[in-house]
């Protein structure tokens, strides 16, 4: 790289970046509505300091289909992505890797609480 060239690119490096915890929020509750099922707008997020990496915590609904369906067809919970539990913890780790993977943060948990079922007739895999 030429003095010049690198003068250029070390010009364009300073300084700095930052992500608005508003951005932030709205990357995770999107990951969030795709883990889960639901819409962004269903999702509640907060951010918490912990020990200099950023914690999540998530409140929001999950798609589920009918329980009768589930009594008729126990399979059909699987076409979900497994039990309530299961997929919450599953989400968990999808969670905290795509806000990561999308927005450069630091995040050492992903906290989720459950607080309600959307029923959806249709299959869905995560």
Not at 34 to 45: I, K, N, S, Y
Not at 65 to 78: E, K, Q, S
Request: aromatic content about 4%.
């Amino acid at each position: 790289m030429s003095g010049t060239a690198g003068a250029v690119r070390a010009a364009a490096m300073a300084g700095h970046t930052r992500i608005s915890t508003q951005a932030l929020t709205s990357v995770a509750r999107a990951a969030a509505a795709e883990a889960l099922g639901v819409t962004p707008h269903e999702v509640r997020a907060e951010w918490s300091d912990d020990d200099g990496l950023l914690a999540l915590s998530l409140v929001s609904p999950i798609t589920f289909p009918p329980l009768t369906a589930v009594l008729r067809d126990p399979g059909r919970a699987a076409g979900f992505g497994g039990s309530v539990w299961d997929r919450a913890v599953a989400a968990k780790a999808d969670i905290l890797r795509r806000v990561t993977e999308l927005s450069g943060a630091r995040l050492s948990r992903v906290d989720i609480r459950i607080s309600g079922a959307s029923v959806s007739e249709g299959r869905r895999v995560h």
